[in-house]
């Protein structure tokens, strides 16, 4: 979900499980979004990306689904990994400029 | 970071002093951007340019600007550096084009101090 004031919101996970990441957008008309993760200290790295035409896409062990009605989006890790570790957030594309949201840090447990 | 540097990495620099970071592409795409990542706010667009010498204002552009005279570098100025703008500074680029869902690539970022 987004964050509210200086702490990102934060999923504990432990090692294996599976990890489900939310977003809200804002705009309706918007038909392009990717998540991005950021470990700390690097840039953020694209992961993965949906169109407004689609509900659902895959990735190597991670799922995006849309939802449009409700504006919602998230991000399911499967087997999470500690190398999952990291902050996760979405964007919404469709233009030159997208809108980043604040993101989510996901911890993973050994 | 699919062909993207930016330098320094790292920079301390006073307050007054004007701080040049750059952004150096490989990948010949048309769009490059200054983002800035404070803690509480994401990233946000400082300025971006869509062509060589082609340049225009983000959400907090007040206190930079920008160059471009060559496809692959994108410079950002701080004129006179304020603690303000202590902050870790992201490039992206992109191949945007209307139609078209490229996405934004970043580069590993640049961690200014203003004392």
């Known amino acids: 979900g987004e964050s509210v004031g200086l702490h990102l919101p934060t999923l504990s996970v432990q090692e294996g499980d599976n990890s489900i990441i939310n977003c809200a957008y804002s705009?309706?008309?918007?038909?392009?979004f990717i998540w991005y993760k950021q470990e700390s200290g690097k840039g953020p790295q694209f992961i993965i990306d949906i169109r407004s035409n689609m509900d659902k896409r895959q990735g190597q062990r991670v799922t995006v689904l849309l939802n449009k009605t409700v504006k919602h989006l998230s991000l399911q890790i499967a087997a999470t990994q500690p190398g999952d570790s990291a902050v996760y957030f979405c964007a919404e594309g469709g233009s030159y400029i997208p809108t980043f949201g604040r993101g989510t840090s996901l911890i993973v447990h050994p | 970071d699919a062909g993207i540097t930016q330098s320094p990495r790292h920079k301390v620099t006073e307050t007054g002093t004007p701080v040049t970071l750059r952004c150096h592409q490989t990948?010949?795409?048309?769009?490059m951007y200054w983002y800035r990542q404070d803690p509480g706010h994401g990233l946000r667009l400082i300025h971006y340019s869509y062509g060589v010498k082609d340049t225009d204002k983000g959400e907090v552009s007040d206190g930079y600007s920008v160059s471009r005279s060559k496809t692959e570098d994108f410079l950002l100025t701080l004129e006179s550096a304020t603690s303000s703008q202590t902050s870790v500074y992201f490039c992206a680029i992109s191949e945007w084009a209307s139609g078209r869902t490229d996405t934004q690539y970043f580069g590993p970022g640049t961690r200014l101090t203003v004392l």
């Open positions: 705009n309706s008309a918007s038909d392009y």
């Open positions: 990948e010949n795409h048309r769009y």
